[in-house]
């Protein structure tokens, strides 16, 4: 019970973080740094419902919606924080990609955002998995285009 309350209050906390981030974005900050701790945000939701799928955290359909729900807060602000001039800079994982294919990286974060838009249908373990799995399907496309692992 003290985990769920846990998993619950830590993913309202990466909620409300990543909306702030996104905000902050149009008030001058660096763009490189947010849009890593947005993702930092977006890895902790999904780990959260990576956890509840694999059985190391019992399955909480609020604690679900809300992982669900911080993806796509992070999909609807994402995109204003990768403007011209912050290709480099605060070890940026950003591939050039993104801005000499600008229509594609907009496509896959729309595809993101609607593959994260159905919160409110998780209601058990089944419905979870088939949401979490369309998102992070796109999740991984998006990274293997767009982004440079550093070592």
């Not at 902050?24 to 763009?31: M, Q």
């Not at 419902?49 to 909480?60: D, T, V, Y």
């Not at 809300?66 to 993806?71: C, G, I, K, S």
């Not at 609807?76 to 070890?91: H, K, T, V, Y």
């Amino acid at each position: 019970m003290a985990s769920t309350k846990l998993l619950k209050r830590s993913l309202i906390a990466g909620t409300v973080v990543a909306f702030s981030l996104s905000i902050s974005a149009f008030a001058g900050g660096n763009p490189a740094v947010e849009r890593q701790a947005m993702m930092k945000n977006v890895g902790a939701a999904t780990g959260a419902a990576a956890g509840m799928i694999k059985g190391k955290i019992p399955f909480n359909a609020v604690a679900a919606q809300l992982a669900l729900r911080t993806m796509n807060n992070a999909a609807l602000g994402f995109g204003a924080l990768f403007p011209e001039g912050s290709e480099s800079g605060a070890e940026t994982e950003a591939s050039p990609k993104i801005w000499s294919d600008r229509a594609g990286f907009d496509k896959a974060i729309a595809d993101f955002s609607a593959d994260t838009a159905s919160a409110e249908t998780i209601k058990d373990l089944d419905s979870l998995k088939a949401a979490f799995g369309i998102a992070t399907e796109n999740c991984g496309s998006c990274h293997k285009a767009y982004r440079i692992k550093k070592n």
